[in-house]
């Protein structure tokens, strides 16, 4: 069944002086015909923005902030399926020559997916068990087992190889260990962020953030998976894709600011009865 959602965000700066930033806060163009409008970005101060198509696809906005306090924000109503991501269990793991072009930059180790150190790793725990869709669940079920969630472990240098050592961490860890594993046992993996709001499950506690997932290329398409949640959700948004979260940061500035205030929303919008 179809449903509605509003989505959105705040976010406060404090610049000590004229920032360009580079933004990746919108929904992604494969969800454009969902939205009801397009999701502007609005500044306050309002300043120029440049739109623009990066190396993955993405959309990102190029602003430059003034001193001072400086907020950007956004309100959109999204049109969702109602659907839970896809469960296709039958689905095979592509051999390395027959996988395309496109697909093998998602087999190579990035900042923070080390396939060079979680390699006999990989093929210690996985390597004789299921492939294909059953190989990606497996690592999954690991991963969501072998971390502890808490946004006290929040840390954003932390890699693959350290998610893994440590044990703790939030949702892009899960998505880093689960990514770089993939590689290492030749499954294409990406990252993926957006909103996920707690739309018909029972509420998280802890604030509202924009989530992180991955994808894993099986037969002929992309898949979604969850190892932080590591069951079918409805409601996911996608804002953007690429090897892992440094591709596809909310934003890159270039000057010292403070991020003094931090909102996100993605709730269900029930239409009234009255």
């Known amino acids: 069944m179809d449903l509605l959602m509003r989505v959105g965000f705040e976010m406060r700066y404090l610049c000590q002086q004229p920032n360009p930033m580079v933004?990746?806060?919108?929904?992604?163009?494969?969800?454009?015909?969902?939205?009801?409008?397009?999701?502007?970005?609005?500044?306050?101060?309002?300043?120029?923005?440049?739109?623009?198509?990066?190396?993955?696809?993405?959309?990102?906005?190029?602003l430059v902030a003034?001193?001072?306090?400086?907020?950007?924000?956004?309100?959109?109503?999204?049109?969702?399926?109602?659907?839970?991501?896809?469960?296709e269990p039958w689905a095979q793991q592509v051999p390395v020559e027959h996988l395309p072009d496109d697909a093998l930059l998602y087999l190579l180790g990035s900042r923070y997916c080390e396939t060079d150190l979680l390699y006999e790793t990989a093929w210690q725990h996985f390597g004789n068990g299921p492939t294909g869709w059953g190989r990606v669940q497996a690592?999954?079920?690991?991963?969501?087992?072998?971390?502890?969630?808490?946004?006290?472990?929040?840390?954003?240098?932390?890699?693959?190889?350290?998610?893994y050592r440590e044990q703790r961490g939030v949702c892009r860890d899960y998505a880093h260990l689960a990514i770089a594993l993939c590689r290492c046992l030749n499954i294409p993996a990406r990252y993926c962020t957006g909103y996920l709001g707690d739309i018909r499950i029972a509420a998280a506690p802890g604030?509202?953030?924009?989530?992180?997932?991955f994808e894993a290329y099986l037969g002929e398409r992309w898949y979604t998976f969850d190892a932080r949640n590591n069951s079918p959700r409805m409601g996911r948004v996608l804002m953007a894709r690429g090897r892992d979260a440094c591709d596809v940061a909310l934003?890159?500035?270039?000057?010292?600011?403070t991020l003094e205030h931090f909102r996100v929303w993605a709730d269900e919008v029930v239409p009234s009865t009255t």
């Open 23 to 62: 933004l990746c806060l919108n929904v992604h163009h494969s969800r454009f015909a969902s939205l009801r409008e397009p999701d502007r970005i609005v500044s306050y101060p309002e300043v120029a923005q440049h739109g623009y198509h990066d190396l993955f696809g993405n959309w990102c906005t190029r």
């Open 66 to 87: 003034p001193a001072g306090l400086f907020t950007l924000t956004t309100d959109a109503w999204v049109r969702d399926s109602g659907a839970p991501d896809a469960y």
């Open 139 to 163: 690592i999954c079920d690991f991963v969501h087992r072998h971390i502890t969630f808490g946004y006290a472990h929040a840390r954003r240098t932390r890699t693959a190889w350290e998610a």
């Open 207 to 213: 604030p509202m953030d924009f989530a992180g997932w």
């Open 251 to 257: 934003a890159n500035t270039f000057g010292p600011n």
